[in-house]
């Protein structure tokens, strides 16, 4: 997914904003107006974006076609949060800016009259309650896109964003103006905060996508000659089956988490799941020393739209490192529905044939559907590039980012499809 929603979806909040000022106030007179106006505007963006991001976080199946998948949702979702990051600095700053006002002479103070209110005061307690969620946010924020902390510390502090955003939507509903929550940006305004405010429950309640959850049992797993590990679980009967490139969230050990991995099986393979996990993280670098056979696993899922293209369509597939598990999916789904490809070219780059995954497998598939097959050793001195590929091709990538920039930016290729596997 190339478009992003996100600067359309803003834009047309402000503009419905402005016309909605417009219409009640006029035009701000002074700076006292336009700090209100502007206070109002950063507040009602900042609460898009954060309900936005949190019904994301709740995994809504019916939002994986039109976002292209969950890696795709994943990828928004981070963006969401660097937005609302920005927007928050943003309203708190406008929030703090008279005393620069009057160093500038922009304004004078104004005297404002105390009006008695017996016992704790709304109002107060909203804008208490909003500083306290933006000196917790502006900490938080950083250090979830930075990835100061390790996975598991990263999933239980995220968590902590649901009771924020609900303590946000507070702030929000007492201190918007009453005229503004009857005008479009207005109704438009109280729909994106109860349904955050529903997913945020879901997310404190440990609900999110409980349907997609199916338990299997751990029947095997070794470790390949490059050091991947690989594990095949056995499915209970309510697993709904899976389409060749999609993956899942897969849970060997509740105090660590769910971790995404490639579904490696076919489509025919409804009972057995096989997943190449890449040792690249403190938790999967010794993922097996801790699996047993027998033991219980949580799968959620499955998840993605990197699903084979039409045998007609002239392709290219390109994999890098554990990238190729996808193509495996695809490749033992082709063979055994016994379907040709004869214009497809699929360029597999590894350190070494000896460290390559299922190298064997691979190649005895590609025989079975047509698929030609182009080995690329970096260890022989072979380097991968753009111009390898057929003219006119569309191009299927799982890889390292830097390989997919650069496919994009080379000159002749009309289409890309790769997913954004960053899942924080």
């Known amino acids: 997914m190339k478009h992003n929603p996100l600067p359309p979806v803003l834009l047309g909040m402000t503009l419905l904003f402005v016309t909605a000022s417009a219409f009640q106030n006029g035009l701000p007179a002074d700076f006292w107006q336009w700090r209100h106006q502007l206070v109002l505007l950063s507040g009602v ?14 995994r809504p199946a019916w939002l994986e076609r039109p976002l292209g998948g969950l890696d795709k949702m994943y990828r928004l979702h981070r963006q969401l949060g660097i937005a609302a990051g920005i927007l928050l600095g943003t309203h708190w700053l406008i929030d703090l800016s008279p005393p620069l006002a009057f160093s500038l002479h922009w304004a004078e103070p104004v005297v404002r009259h105390a009006h008695g209110h017996g016992g704790l005061s709304l109002v107060g307690s909203a804008h208490q309650v909003g500083q306290w969620c933006a000196w917790a946010m502006l900490a938080m924020v950083p250090a979830a896109l930075l990835r100061l902390l390790p996975y598991r510390g990263w999933r239980r502090s995220h968590t902590l964003f649901a009771p924020l955003y609900l303590l946000g939507a507070f702030h929000s509903v007492v201190l918007m103006p009453a005229s503004l929550w009857l005008t479009p940006v207005g ?44 594990v095949h679980c056995r499915m209970a009967a309510d697993w709904p089956g899976h389409r060749a490139g999609q993956f899942a969230r897969v849970s060997f050990d509740a105090a660590e988490g769910a971790h995404p991995f490639t579904i490696a099986s076919g489509e025919q393979d409804r009972d057995t799941l096989c997943f190449i996990i890449k040792p690249l993280g403190d938790y999967t670098a010794t993922l097996a020393d801790r699996l047993d056979a027998g033991q219980t696993v949580e799968i959620e899922g499955p998840y993605g739209r990197f699903l084979p293209p039409e045998a007609s369509r002239p392709q290219a597939w390109v994999a890098a490192g554990i990238g190729v598990t996808p193509f495996i999916a695809w490749l033992k789904t082709l063979a055994g529905q016994g379907r040709l490809l004869t214009q497809a070219d699929f360029f597999y780059c590894v350190e070494g044939a000896e460290r390559a995954v299922a190298l064997a497998e691979i190649r005895a598939a590609c025989a079975r559907t047509g698929v030609r097959l182009h080995l690329i050793e970096s260890g022989a001195g072979a380097r991968f590039s753009p111009s390898m590929l057929p003219a ?16 994009e930016q080379a000159p002749g290729v009309p289409c890309m499809h790769a997913e954004a596997f960053a899942m924080r």
């Open 187 to 230: 109704l438009l305004t109280a729909v994106l905060l109860l349904a955050g405010s529903l997913c945020a429950v879901l997310v404190l309640a440990g609900r999110v996508a409980s349907a997609r959850r199916h338990r299997g049992e751990l029947i095997a797993c070794e470790v390949l000659p490059g050091g991947e590990l690989r």
């Open 392 to 407: 006119g091709c569309e191009v299927w990538f799982c890889g390292p980012h830097g390989l997919a920039r650069m496919i």
């Open 45 to 58: 963006l900042l609460m898009t974006a954060m309900s936005l991001a949190m019904l994301l976080a709740a």
